[in-house]
């Protein structure tokens, strides 16, 4: 069950992104990115090495469906997997079932869509001060406050 659980969440997430998200954007650009989110959460819960591969394998298959440049969302998401993955603790849920998380995800969000900003929208006339605001921080903030759920979904079997 442990390999199956992810993959239902992506299915969810990726077709919630794929057709919901682009709805709520703010300003057309801005809009949370909840497959990004999926694979902090596993960073965080399994570790370096889970977080990367869970990243490169959701960016993979997420670029395959989106249409996107293939391999900007593989290695944006890699990257947040692995540094989601800096913050496991072994047997110790204090950093995900917390307000610690929701940092977690804004660093992790705030490098990730700012390198696939960097690989997908940058020319040269972009301003990387611009970019690094517009399609780093504002998305991370908002992919942050759908991280919130996590809070309040901890399971039975953690105790605090």
């Known amino acids: 069950m ?6 239902i969440w ?5 077709a919630l992104q794929l057709t919901v998200v ?3 954007s703010i300003g057309g650009g801005i809009e ?7 694979t902090v959460f596993y960073g965080v819960r399994y570790g370096k090495i ?4 869970t ?7 997420f670029d395959l469906i989106s249409g996107g440049l293939l391999g900007s969302s593989m290695f944006a998401f890699t990257i947040a997997g692995f540094i989601a993955g ?3 603790k072994e047997d110790d849920f204090a950093n995900l079932y917390s307000f610690n998380f929701l940092f977690i995800l804004l660093y992790a969000a705030t490098v990730s869509l700012f390198i ?3 690989i997908v929208y940058s020319n040269i006339n972009t301003n990387i001060v611009t970019l690094f605001f517009e399609r780093g921080i504002l998305p991370a903030i908002y992919t942050t406050i759908f991280g919130l759920p996590v809070l309040f979904l901890k399971p039975k079997d953690v105790i605090r």
């Open 86 to 88: 800096y913050y496991f």
């Open 116 to 118: 696939y900003a960097l």
């Open 22 to 24: 682009p709805m709520i």
């Open 10 to 14: 992506f299915v969810v997430l990726a």
């Open 55 to 61: 990243g490169f394998l959701f960016g993979f298959v």
């Open 50 to 53: 889970t977080g990367s591969v």
């Open 2 to 7: 442990r390999f199956v659980w992810p993959l």
């Open 32 to 38: 949370p990115n909840l497959v990004l989110a999926l």
